[in-house]
């Protein structure tokens, strides 16, 4: 079945310490790729999207993104986390050919410990 | 800040009651698409309203439903609650129907009981 996955429901990270949330998507073509960031009892953030060319994306933040075709994955990362980073992460697809839904993850849940 | 807002912020319902949502797309934004979030969970999508038609629809019943304005702003219409709808109903605005770059507002919590 079409879906997008993030494999870690939670991960804990020491401040400073460096991160990557991966996301999975199982399309039979490329779609458009985003990352999402949610702070609790907010509404979601974007972080950065990739569409084509450069795969890897910088965005707000500080994060970053490569995109790999050969894995089908998009996974996001940070050199050096800050107790601010603390929240919920969504990836998310849209497929290019037949627009309109932002498909979702199940999310990833960032700890930061100081 | 987004520019998106939604009301209410938070509401309780009794089941089988209906209850309308609004969202202020952004300005300029001529799309609206809506998602429902359940706790622990990533958001679902609903559908998408693009210059005041439906443009897209999830795997919801029927007694979901929606408008959209010619402001570009939008209602989300539930009706006959039940307990499963209770989540974080979220509006996403955007500049085109394929999200390549939606802002959200902060949803609305419902609570059904």
């Known amino acids: 079945a079409q879906s997008v996955t993030q494999p870690d429901i939670h991960i804990t990270v020491s401040e400073g310490a460096s991160l990557e949330l991966r996301c999975n998507y199982s399309?039979?073509?490329?779609?458009?790729l985003f990352w999402y960031v949610q702070s609790p009892g907010q509404g979601l953030q974007l972080l950065l999207k990739y569409f084509s060319g450069d795969t890897l994306v910088q965005g707000i933040k500080g994060f970053e993104a490569e995109f790999k075709r050969s894995q089908s994955s998009f996974n996001l990362r940070k050199p050096s986390v800050h107790w601010s980073d603390a929240a919920e992460y969504f990836c998310?697809?849209?497929?290019?050919?037949?627009?309109?839904?932002?498909?979702f993850g199940k999310g990833t849940t960032l700890s930061v410990s100081s | 800040e987004t520019g998106v807002t939604q009301s209410p912020t938070h509401l309780i319902k009794t089941r089988g009651q209906q209850v309308t949502l609004r969202c202020s797309s952004q300005?300029?934004?001529?799309?609206v698409s809506w998602y429902q979030q359940a706790l622990g969970q990533g958001p679902q999508f609903i559908f998408q309203?693009?210059?005041?038609?439906?443009?897209g629809r999830g795997n919801f019943p029927p007694r979901f439903s929606g408008l959209q304005f010619p402001n570009y702003s939008s209602e989300l219409n539930v009706n006959a609650l039940e307990l499963d709808d209770s989540a974080l109903y979220l509006c996403?605005?955007?500049?085109?129907?394929?999200?390549?770059?939606?802002?959200f507002g902060q949803g609305t919590r419902l609570t059904v009981v």
């Open positions: 998310a697809v849209v497929l290019n050919q037949a627009g309109t839904a932002l498909i």
């Open positions: 300005s300029g934004h001529n799309t």
């Open positions: 309203y693009y210059r005041e038609e439906e443009n």
């Open positions: 399309y039979g073509a490329t779609p458009y």
């Open positions: 996403a605005s955007s500049l085109n129907t394929l999200n390549t770059e939606a802002f």
